[in-house]
């Protein structure tokens, strides 16, 4: 069955940097679509970034362009992201999440495979 697992969450001021990583198992990770996804208290989760099967093209919400960075290495089937110049509003859950189908150009929620989830707080 699919797994994934992230980490590399924490606890970071504001302006600095953390890299989250997902590795991914239970099946070809290269032709699926990954993306992140975050949750803050009280409120719904919401779209962070995602990346295109095989060489990936990346896109982000516009709360984190610029600033955040999405990755895949398919050797290693696992995605990362980069997040530089952390703010307050970036603390929150970071769920990892697989496309369901294969060769899909974006993630659905309400179909992708989830990780467990790893906090980042940031402290203003």
């Known amino acids: 069955q699919v797994q994934l697992v992230e980490s590399g969450g924490g606890l970071v001021q504001a302006g600095g940097s953390l890299r989250l990583s997902c590795a991914a198992s239970?099946?070809?990770?290269?032709?699926?679509?990954m993306g992140w996804f975050r949750q803050a208290p009280t409120k719904e989760r919401e779209f962070v970034a995602a990346?295109?099967?095989?060489?990936?093209?990346?896109y982000y919400a516009d709360s984190v362009k610029g600033r955040f960075t999405i990755s895949r290495d398919n050797a290693k089937n696992t995605v990362y992201l980069q997040m530089n110049s952390l703010k307050s509003e970036d603390t929150a859950v970071y769920y990892c999440?697989?496309?369901?189908?294969?060769?899909?150009?974006?993630?659905?929620?309400?179909?992708?495979?989830w990780g467990q989830g790893t906090q980042v707080t940031v402290s203003s």
């Open positions: 239970g099946r070809t990770f290269n032709i699926y679509t």
């Open positions: 999440a697989q496309n369901r189908r294969p060769y899909g150009s974006n993630v659905l929620p309400t179909e992708a495979y």
């Open positions: 990346i295109g099967w095989g060489n990936g093209i990346p």
